[in-house]
């Protein structure tokens, strides 16, 4: 079974919005990540955030952490019709720090 | 510097009989795992080896086996295939064990059973 709800599972914008996807947690956790994936090949790895941290920024992405509520969000600023994917969480829990579990995805649809 | 590859990219195996597939994990890197996506769902943890040693074993039957080689590549095999097998197998590698270390993906292999 997944660990992580994502929500929404669909999200269409135009281009130059900002998105945000959210993510629930069951376990508590080593860290969060997020990846992309195009058109259902690899995933690529965008940000990593650790137990202990709130917030992180890495270019147009921001990720927030909220371990009491066990939630975490993705915002991606300024978006382009490239950043059309689908996105996913996936938490490294405490007691199986060997696997990642991920979240069902949200599909995002920039629009130009 | 060469990604995560998985080989091969596409495969149509027939109910009932076996498959093999291969990853190479970046340079350096001593972690390999394997997940399973389905379409329309996240991946799913399928197995995890570190050191040539397996760390950690998802919720599969005893139908899907994994091996790492002394140069750090795996293989996935899955026997007497089933329709629901038909997927996106993804490797992935990492330089260690877990410990907030990213782990870096693979293109996957797609595999249809008919």
């Known amino acids: 079974s997944q660990q992580g709800e994502e929500d929404p599972q669909a999200l269409s914008i135009q281009e130059g919005e900002n998105a945000t996807m959210n993510c629930s947690y069951k376990?508590?956790?080593?860290?969060l990540q997020w990846y992309r994936q195009n058109s259902g090949r690899g995933l690529v790895h965008l940000i990593l955030i650790r137990s202990n941290e709130r917030e992180k920024h890495s270019g147009r992405l921001r990720v927030t952490l909220d371990t009491s509520k066990k939630s975490s969000s993705l915002l991606i600023t300024a978006s382009r019709a490239a950043d059309t994917a689908s996105y996913f969480c996936?938490?490294?829990?405490?007691?199986?720090?060997?696997?990642?579990?991920f979240g069902s995805g949200t599909r995002l649809l920039v629009r130009p | 510097d060469a990604g995560v590859t998985q080989s091969p990219t596409h495969l149509i195996k027939t109910r009932g009989q076996h498959v093999t597939l291969r990853c190479s994990p970046i340079s350096g890197h001593k972690s390999v795992s394997w997940y399973q996506q389905v379409l329309g769902q996240g991946p799913q943890f399928i197995f995890q080896y570190y050191e040539k040693e397996e760390r950690g074993r998802g919720n599969f039957p005893d139908r899907f086996s994994a091996r790492q080689f002394p140069n750090y590549s795996s293989e996935l095999n899955v026997n007497a295939l089933l329709l629901g097998d038909s997927a996106l197998y993804l490797c992935?590698?990492?330089?260690?064990?877990?410990?907030?270390?990213?782990?870096?993906f693979g293109q996957g292999t797609r595999l249809t059973v008919v």
């Open positions: 992935a590698s990492s330089l260690v064990n877990g410990g907030n270390t990213e782990a870096f």
């Open positions: 996936a938490t490294e829990q405490l007691d199986s720090s060997y696997k990642l579990i």
């Open positions: 376990t508590s956790i080593n860290n």
